[in-house]
T-cell receptor
Framework: AQKITQTQPGMFVQEKEAVTLDCTYD???????LFWYKQPSSGEMIFLIY??????QNATEGRYSLNFQKARKSANLVISASQLGDSAMYFC??????????????FGSGTRLQVQP | DTGVSQNPRHKITKRGQNVTFRCDPI?????LYWYRQTLGQGPEFLTY????????KSRLLSDRFSAERPKGSFSTLEIQRTEQGDSAMYLC???????????????FGPGTRLTVL
């Protein structure tokens, strides 16, 4: 089974509008972390936002916020006031503690966001 | 503020040759990770170091792959007898492992793109 599922291969949004990128995850751990990264065409993975499984409030970082619904196992990224520079691939990732104390991130397949002027 | 650096940025080699990549993490980070990313996919975990100790290895890391972090600072990833299927982007990341419920966010370098002819 997929650990991280991103069902939107591509998304379009008009400049200055908000957009939601979907992410669902699968884990049996009680303690885990969810991350979103941005990958522009240059290739570097840029950290955007983090949500811990025990965090009671949704994470926010500037124009980025995370809509965390633990019971539904979803962690959607919301980008407000989209800018042309937001055009990139966006990856959702999870770190599970697991029995071995795993530190590795498991990534989804990504969503390509294109912001239109 | 120096981020994660990787060298070389691009490497073209012939099948059967050996290649070595270098990663320099953020200076105070004690954890270092290697990932591989093929076209259209999210990164896949290869291996993880805490200081100089290699603590996790993915089953993707075949016998032809070896990674070292001899002094707990920079790391090298060597691929012996390269195959065309090894063509990918090799990403390095580092984090400041504080334990507990710290986010332990991984910060990525720009990657080394390997092409095996």
């Amino acid at each position: 089974a997929q650990k991280i599922t991103q069902t939107q291969p591509g998304m379009f949004v008009q400049e200055k509008e908000a957009v939601t990128l979907d992410c669902t995850y699968d884990t049996s751990d009680q303690s885990y972390g969810l991350f979103w990264y941005k990958q522009p065409s240059s290739g570097e993975m840029i950290f955007l936002i983090y949500q811990g499984s025990y965090d009671e409030q949704n994470a926010t970082e500037g124009r980025y916020s995370l809509n965390f619904q633990k019971a539904r196992k979803s962690a959607n990224l919301v980008i407000s006031a989209s800018q042309l520079g937001d055009s990139a691939m966006y990856f959702c990732a999870m770190r599970e503690k697991g029995d071995m104390g795993r530190r590795a991130l498991t990534f989804g397949s990504g969503t390509r966001l294109q912001v239109q002027p | 503020d120096t981020g994660v650096s990787q060298n070389p940025r691009h490497k073209i080699t012939k099948r059967g040759q050996n290649v070595t990549f270098r990663c320099d993490p953020i200076s105070e980070h004690n954890r270092l990770y290697w990932y591989r990313q093929t076209l259209g996919q999210g990164p896949e975990f290869l291996t993880y170091f805490q200081n100089e100790a290699q603590l996790e290895k993915s089953r993707l890391l075949s016998d032809r792959f070896s990674a070292e972090r001899p002094k707990g600072s920079f790391s090298t990833l060597e691929i012996q007898r390269t195959e065309q299927g090894d063509s990918a982007m090799y990403l390095c990341a580092s984090s400041l492992g504080l334990g507990g419920r710290s986010t332990d966010t991984q910060y990525f370098g720009p990657g080394t793109r390997l092409t095996v002819l």
